[in-house]
């Protein structure tokens, strides 16, 4: 297990120096984000990238994410040349030293919440689901934003994209996602990197738009679609685990043990009995997933890929960008950690 951590570069007021010493940390988890959607990046960006990351004695060894254009999602006739974009970031990556690359192939919008600082009973902030909320919600209004979201939209062409994926069914959107896959995964084996698809948060379809990498079924078609170890998953046990229907560890044992999860982002959420949720803190009885049970399956299996801890509350008063402070990720690797080092010592097969 290689532990990471989620930087938004230069102006993200959780600094490489705060990150650094969270103990065990290794890799940073960043991405270009001076270029529009679908252009290629440039060198001197991914190099000042490298050189910030391990002027801060890091790795640069993770990408989240490289964004995938909407013609591709849509199938149009340009997604030919985003495509060979995408190859040409690809390989300039793998030319710096990347290993996993992270993307999503959810329409428009990424990973969604309804409300950014709930007040949880301990005093603390939490980004939550609720169902009543989001179907009050007009993706049109610009009410919410959220980080990684492609915020460059006009009203117009915010109005004009949902329109065209109208006729975009589940069916086509597996299709593009195939013809995208068969364009860059030899592209990927042959610069030496991992791709790995972040699952829909959550996990099924919202504003009428169709998403489809959702539960194990899926799960299975997409590793089938080019079916190559460069072809892998972020495992996401947050989007994942929101649906009860999800058995996660069913899921993580399977994947992992094929090989095929190169990164994992690890988190807790609690579900409510309607189907919202709220995000919680990593330790185990906080929500509703069992963090030990998850670490020791992959410890098991001899997990060696990336893990970061993800979303975290707002906690001892911090400001920033919603689930990315420093205060309570850093509480989350810390945990993370125990419980690695304890399987590395006294449990689990590979010990
Ligand atoms: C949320 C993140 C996602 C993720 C993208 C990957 O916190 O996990 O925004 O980066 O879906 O493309």
């Not at 230069?10 to 650094?20: F, Q």
């Not at 006739?77 to 060979?84: E, G, L, V």
């Not at 950014?116 to 209004?141: C, F, H, I, N, W």
């Amino acid at each position: 297990m290689k532990l990471s951590f989620r930087w938004y570069g230069a102006d993200d007021p959780v600094t490489l120096e705060k990150i650094r010493q969270i103990p065990n940390m290794r890799s940073i988890v960043t991405a270009v984000y001076d270029v529009p959607v679908g252009e290629v990046w440039s060198y001197e960006s991914i190099q000042r990238l490298k050189e910030q990351v391990e002027a801060a004695g890091l790795v640069f060894d993770v990408v989240e994410s490289v964004p995938v254009h909407e013609d591709i999602k849509l199938g149009k006739p340009s997604r030919d040349k985003y495509i060979r974009h995408y190859q040409e970031n690809i390989r300039r990556l793998g030319k710096a030293g990347v290993k996993c690359i992270c993307y999503n192939f959810m329409p428009v919008f990424d990973w969604t919440r309804t409300q950014l600082d709930q007040r949880l009973s301990d005093g603390s902030t939490a980004l939550v689901y609720y169902r009543e909320q989001l179907e009050k919600m007009d993706p049109l209004s610009g009410e919410l934003s959220l980080p990684g979201w492609d915020s460059s939209y006009q009203k117009d062409e915010l109005r004009a994209l949902l329109e065209e994926y109208r006729s975009i069914s589940h069916e086509d959107l597996w299709e593009n996602l195939r013809y995208f896959l068969e364009a860059v995964i030899p592209v990927a084996e042959e610069a030496g990197v991992n791709m790995a698809i972040h699952p829909d948060d959550p996990p099924w379809d919202i504003f009428g738009l169709p998403r489809i990498i959702t539960n194990k079924q899926n799960l299975d078609r997409f590793l089938k679609l080019v079916d190559s170890p460069a072809n892998g998953l972020t495992f996401c046990t947050g989007s994942l685990g929101c649906s009860a229907q999800n058995d996660i560890y069913e899921m993580i044992e399977e994947y992992s043990r094929m090989g095929r999860i190169h990164f994992m982002h690890v988190r807790n959420v609690k579900r409510l009995p309607d189907g919202s949720f709220e995000e919680s803190a990593h330790f185990s009885s906080c929500g509703s997933l069992d963090i030990p049970r998850i670490m020791e399956i992959l410890h098991r299996n001899g997990f060696s890929g990336y893990l970061r801890p993800d979303h975290g509350r707002m906690i001892w008063g911090e400001t920033g960008r919603p689930g990315y402070g420093l205060y309570d990720r850093a509480l989350g690797a810390a945990y993370l950690n125990g419980i690695w080092e304890t399987l590395e010592k006294y449990g689990g097969e590979e010990a």
